[in-house]
């Protein structure tokens, strides 16, 4: 990877001023799209370039926005910025270093559906953060870039800046929308879809915070130059975020070609005492644990699919062959447990029972028949939930270490001796 | 200083702010929506949300007090409680604890005589465990003081920081760790 298209801090020292940004060709996208493009021509190329969500789904970015039903405003755009998935640290950088081409992409964003008012809503503890968007917003609309009668256009946008108050279900887009509208940060039944009734019930789109820094490069140069970059079904670079037993942990932005043993070895140097992987989380906690026989997949969203996995926020953790998977689930499951809103009882009794059974085999007070019943709790939780929470719990730290790892379990269960 | 604090503390959020609280409920079409805002900017202000902030906030908003701090409650970074003049909090969640986080926040709670959630007896420090990933593992364990980023911590690192903060240290923003930023480490 020669550039980056969204961590362009790497390539342009300072580019989080809106001077050095402007001078490496910022803001020129959208003064030439208002100029030059209808919304609609927009999002045919936001559509043509295969962008998928970065923020853990993959829908495609381009079909969401054309879900918008027609001739109905106001719309909103809401810029999903509550980055919590466990060993996620992607888009921190991004609103840290790079905020102006976060920020065009939120402005050609709101262009193409027709919006005037987008939220950055953003995880409570990113200060720096917080105040590097602030500032870049206040820099755009001192350049015209934002407010009323943008360039002298007709169009108009007002981006404000939402600080959150710490709940990874805000994350959720429905739960999102309703701690935006001052309420508990619970999930909405869907449908109604938020693209027809979200925020304040009128049509809202939700993008993350990695996709959207992806439409100035896309609206500038193309969709094919886009899908130069990456595989057929996921084009585009993927900032994987490396974290756990790695040598260089850090964020890697690469076309998602690339392999998880590339990543871990190449990039990331290794394990520590070059030991062993024993499992690695490919996105994120709510991601199924893969084995160090699933090294040689591809990292996009397809490939992850049918190994059983998913790529989610792209979070990779490496978890050496020290590691006892039992001790990194229960760790994980504590998470859950904390997190679930309260809303789906299967979620909210499941992940706390899975922790307790877990905990009990943790202090040696368990029994071998926990283990079918591990398998029992999440599987009920699966599939009976409104958001993906519950699914993840179960799917991602419980099922698939209890799959992978039995051997793990196992060695917690006391040994009773025969009379 | 102490009388200051006291005259400071009859002051309302709409006399301290009034202009800020102007500008946010301006944000929104529907003023419900400046909730996590103004719950924001009481406890930016006096560290915690007391009753009172909770009342004045229901005032502005037109909801009861009640809807106010169940809604506030929901959320893990609003204290409706005082704490203690800065706050240390540890991330134990599964990235950090691979790095030692556990052994991390036990010493933090044995150097400092207090219980996970709970404040030093001279009211200096309060001491929490965040039981959630705070987005920093290229840098874990990661500790937030005083909201502010620090990492890889360890146990002699985090001696000396407790020492500066006693020295009257305040952390900023900038002395935090720059995260996501490739580096070497092993």
Redesign the interface.
Known sequence: MEEHIVLRD?DVPGIDDIDTYMAHGGYETLKRALKEMSPEDVTQVVAASGLRGRGGAGFPTGRKWMFLPKGVYPRYLVVNAA????????D??IL??NPHQLLEGIILTAYAIEAETA?IYM??????AL?QIQMAIQAAHERGFLGNNILGTDFSCHV?L???????ICGEETALLN???????QPRVKPPFPAAKGL?QKPTIINNVETLTNIAPIVEKGADWFRSFGTEQSPGTKIY?????I??????ELPMSVTLRELIYDYG?GI?GDREVKAVIPGG?SAPALTREHLDITMDFNSLMEAGSMLGSG?V?V?DET?DMAW?AH??M??FS??S?GKCSPCREGTYWIVNIMTDLMRGTGDVSDIALLEAVASQIQGNTLCPLGDAAAGGPTLSTLKHFQEDYIAHVPVISSQ | MKNQQLLEKMHTLQELYGEEIEEILSHYPDKRSALLPLLWLAQEHDGWISETRVVEIAQILGLDPTEVRGVGGFYHLFYFRPVGKHTVRVCDDIVCALKGADRLLDHLCDRLDVDVGETTADGEFTVERTGWCVAACDHAPAVLIDDVYFGPMDEAQLNEMLQRLRDGWRPQVDEGIDVGVVKGSE
């Open positions: 790497l980055e919590g998935e466990p060993g996620t640290f992607k921190r950088q840290e270093h939220y995880r409570g503890e990113y200060l720096k105040s404000y939402h600080r959150e108050g710490g709940a990874y701690s935006l509208e001052g309420r508990l940060g304040y975020a490396l974290s756990g037993h040598r260089r942990p850090g964020n890697y140097g520590p906690v979070a953790i978890f590691t990194a760790r994980m504590r998470f904390q997190e809103c």
